[in-house]
């Protein structure tokens, strides 16, 4: 447990690489957290795209709106992966959406992502949520099929550099007893 928490709050957005190969073993051991996380009713609607070719992390850098802070990362990482969810699966039951916020492929998405970047934190490589670019243009790049959408892009590589954590809120200021 103690190194479990040691790996969820030891985990940063990292934005600088070392220019340093990451193995197809530790590729491999990120794509597994993937395969374990949990999703609505075990839809598992996500695809990852493994991206290392520098002409098309070009293309995607891109497709990032204007002064997006992990615009460097997404080409100097020596892996970017896009992390793309299938419509009209999750929090679908025979087709007909099951709860008022509609298709679930964003949290599920989430939960994908967050258990990848925390394995990659287990591995001594780095990670960031880019999550502010166009999504239409990066699912053109990447030829998403329809009825699929580009949710996130992850540089993933060795950290250059330690970041320090930014502030986060008391557990008293989001926690609630009985009622809200
Ligand atoms: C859904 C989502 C989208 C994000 N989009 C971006 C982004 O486009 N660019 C960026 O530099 N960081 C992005 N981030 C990273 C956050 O800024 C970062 O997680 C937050 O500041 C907390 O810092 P930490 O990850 O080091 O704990 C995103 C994070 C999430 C969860």
Known sequence: MAELMAVIKGRRSIRKYQDKEVSAE????????????????????????????????????????????????????????AMCGKLESSGYYNNQVTTKFGDWFLFDLGLATQSLCLAAHNQGLGTVVVGLFDHDKAKSVLQVPAGYEVVALLP????????SPPKRREISEFTHREKF
């Open 26 to 81: 530790q590729l491999n051991a990120v794509l597994e957290a993937v395969q374990w996380s949990p999703s609505w009713a075990n839809t598992q609607c996500w695809e990852v795209v493994v991206i290392q070719d520098p002409a098309v992390k070009q293309a995607l850098q891109e497709t990032l709106a204007k002064g997006n802070p992990a615009t460097k990362a997404v080409v100097d990482a020596p892996v970017l992966l």
């Open 156 to 163: 993933l590589g060795y950290p250059a550099k330690e970041s």
